[in-house]
């Protein structure tokens, strides 16, 4: 377990004077010398460099192509979509929202348009447009064809267009409350 975790090449040092990340990498062996079918992981790559992130993500989601289920906690939300298919979010200790990613991260009705010629597209989608910024467009559309067609037939040059999703985070403030680790004075 030591060398499937990065830790074979170990000397004698008693576990106190291991790093925050070999201790988390120890953990992991230990939780893994029983073949758990549920492994069950509080934030495991918080004191790891970005390598050891890597090297643990890769591991877990071997272990789940294997047939363990990984059950993560983490406020990492990037670690969360890099290893997890289901998703729940706790607000003050309540379940909020349970979920596939994927819909949580659903498309927001929106489509973003690459251009160069921003101006002229501005002006052609007229309300229908949300938001510029630098050479993206956002443009409130259902139909990336149809809008492609639009603006290629009006002489318009497309670099790119794809839907705008939701990201994790997105999802997750619009489903908590104020930080609760947030301190704020009352009145004097």
Do not use: W
Not at 8 to 24: E, H, K, N, W
Not at 70 to 75: A, E, I, K
Not at 96 to 114: C, F, K, Y
Not at 122 to 130: D, H, M, N, P, Y
């Amino acid at each position: 377990m030591l060398e499937q975790v990065g830790l074979d090449g170990v000397d004698d040092r008693p576990v106190r004077a291991y790093s925050l990340g070999m201790r988390q990498r120890l953990g992991l062996a230990a939780a893994l010398l029983q073949k758990p079918r549920l492994l069950v992981l509080d934030e495991p790559t918080n004191g790891l460099d970005p390598q050891g992130i890597r090297e643990v993500r890769d591991l877990l989601l071997a272990l789940n192509a294997q047939g363990t289920t990984v059950f993560l906690s983490s406020h990492l939300l990037a670690e969360i979509e890099a290893l997890c298919t289901r998703v729940g979010v706790l607000d003050r200790g309540r379940l909020v929202a349970q979920d596939e990613l994927s819909a949580l991260r659903a498309p927001t009705g929106r489509l973003q348009v690459r251009t160069p010629d921003v101006a002229a597209a501005g002006r052609l989608l007229g309300r229908r447009l949300e938001l510029v910024e630098a050479d993206t467009l956002l443009v409130r559309s259902d139909d990336p064809a149809a809008l492609n067609a639009e603006l290629v037939g009006a002489g318009l040059r497309v670099s790119g267009l794809q839907p705008e999703r939701r990201t994790l985070e997105d999802a997750v403030l619009e489903m908590t409350s104020d930080s609760s680790d947030k301190r704020t004075r009352g009145p004097a």
